[in-house]
């Protein structure tokens, strides 16, 4: 099974690209972020087409997440079940998170704040952010072992994630706040699952579009897939598809892809 998240930076603007990537991956599950669209405009029938039933939560012009389920792995009709939107107990008006049970995995997708600066309000905002998600994984959790949170955590959680280490060390997206916020998801039991196998150096899933960052590959590692310990013994490979950023209008992310074994 081949679980993949993917920040599209637009779904109306990336819908093309989005179905030749489907067609062309066939995976099963897909967590998208910054989908940028409300939800009577969310293209689902035309992903329905392409053979996915989707959920999704979104709002105009900013955020949004959606997961998408490829339809041949499901043995109901109702592929995508016990959706839920938000965080638990967290009033906000954000649209970032979605949860949904596909083939008796939970799936989280989010889209963390960006955090703009250190320091900021908004980087407040996201440091409260991660603390009650993180308390909402830990109840997720108890109740569904085989678990998988994805998304774009907008945090490179080491140096090797960071195409400059020196350059960015403390700012957004890189200091030692956001990475401890990131460790902590992990000591809920969650595995990093691009990091359970042997990569080669200087991997990242975004680059900013200007000054020329995706050709001289100046990017981050901020889109990760995490599993839950039930599920670390099936992780069979752990890849980023560097390829989608090539092209024309492409995101400034990659998707960011496990495989389970059966």
């Known amino acids: ?3 993949a998240a993917w920040n599209v930076n637009s779904l109306n603007v990336r819908l093309p690209r989005l179905l030749a990537w489907l067609e062309r991956q066939t995976p099963d599950i897909v967590c998208l972020q910054e989908t940028k669209c409300e939800d009577h405009r969310f293209p689902q029938e035309a992903l329905l087409e392409a053979g996915y039933r989707s959920c999704f939560h979104g709002q105009k012009t900013y955020n949004g997440v959606a997961i998408l389920a490829r339809r041949e792995i499901q043995i109901t009709e109702v592929p995508i079940t016990e959706v839920c939107c938000g965080i638990a107990d967290y009033d906000d008006p954000q649209a970032r998170v979605i949860a949904a049970t596909v083939a008796q995995l939970r799936v989280v997708c989010v889209y963390v704040p960006n955090g703009q600066s250190v320091g900021s309000e908004k980087f407040e905002y996201k440091m409260q952010w991660c603390r009650r998600l993180r308390r909402y994984l830990e109840e997720m959790l108890a109740q569904y072992p085989k678990l998988i949170v994805a998304g774009d ?12 280490p020196g350059a960015w060390r403390g700012q957004i997206l890189c200091s030692d706040e956001e990475r401890a916020a990131f460790r ?3 000591s809920l039991g969650l595995a990093d699952s691009f990091r359970l196998f042997e990569q080669p150096p200087n991997v990242f899933s975004w680059w900013d579009y200007r000054q020329l960052g995706f050709a001289k590959n100046r990017g981050l590692r901020i889109d990760h897939l995490l599993v839950s310990e039930a599920l670390r013994p099936q992780c069979v490979t752990g890849t980023i598809d560097r390829d989608e950023r090539k092209g024309e209008k492409p995101s400034d992310h990659a998707p960011v892809m496990v495989t389970l074994s059966e």
Do not use: E, G, T, W
């Not at 955590?153 to 400059?164: E, G, L, S, W």
């Open 1 to 3: 099974m081949k679980i």
């Open 153 to 164: 955590f907008n945090i490179a959680p080491d140096d090797r994630d960071v195409y400059d």
């Open 184 to 186: 902590s998801f992990l």
